[in-house]
């Protein structure tokens, strides 16, 4: 968990860094290495996922309507809420006990410390497909693009079928982060334009 927890700190540290790197205007852009979606919906995708879902997750609770419906780039500043609310998510997962047992239930059940590795997964490709939307960079250690890449490993083939991947991009000698980026379905060299 420890090591887990400094991945999610990371993580979260940097999308932050992505968010208050986005101008209002690129917040109007359509192009987004997620094809189906432009810049404001790919935001709010993440924002409310990678933070609210995260912080909700720990603590075994859903995540209410409003927050779903919610825009949350209206407010002019968005991502300093955003990096508020990852704080307080990064804490929420601070004690080691909410990385034991099952989140979910039923079927959906799944132990706790894979929920975290699909929200550092979540927050560090989503963090790219931003960054890249809005001529920035996702930066990360290598020990944190290692456990990236590791958990897109084991969740690929899972994701395809629900289609929250596409098929693998070619990315020949492609190691870490990149390599992360280009099995989960994204072209490394994507940029907006």
């Known amino acids: 968990m420890k090591n887990e927890h400094a991945h999610m700190t990371e993580c979260a ?18 192009a987004t290495p997620c094809a189906d979606w432009d810049v404001r919906t790919l935001i709010n995708h993440w924002v409310l996922y990678t933070s609210h879902g995260m912080e909700h997750r720990a603590l075994r609770t859903e995540l209410p309507e409003e927050l779903i419906a919610r825009d949350f ?7 300093e809420q955003y990096a508020a609310q990852l704080d307080r998510a990064v804490a ?7 990385w034991e047992g099952t989140i979910g239930t039923g079927e959906s059940a799944s132990p706790a410390a894979d929920t975290a590795a699909m929200l550092i997964e979540e927050i560090a490709l989503h963090g790219w497909d931003v960054a890249r939307a809005t001529g ?4 990360l250690s ?3 693009a290692a456990h990236v890449l590791g958990t897109v490993e084991k969740t690929a083939a899972l994701y395809r079928q629900y289609e929250g991947f596409t098929d693998e991009v070619d990315a020949p000698g492609a190691t870490g982060f990149t390599r992360a980026l280009a099995l989960s379905g994204r072209d490394p060299q994507w940029t907006a334009g």
């Not at 780039?73 to 991502?79: C, E, H, L, V």
């Not at 929420?92 to 909410?98: I, L």
Request: proline share 3%.
């Open 142 to 144: 290598d020990e944190a």
């Open 13 to 30: 540290a940097e999308a932050a860094r992505v968010a208050r790197g986005v101008s209002a205007r690129q917040l109007e852009a359509t």
């Open 136 to 139: 920035q960079e996702f930066r």
């Open 92 to 98: 929420a997962w601070a004690d080691p006990t909410v």
């Open 73 to 79: 780039t209206a407010d002019a500043d968005w991502a």
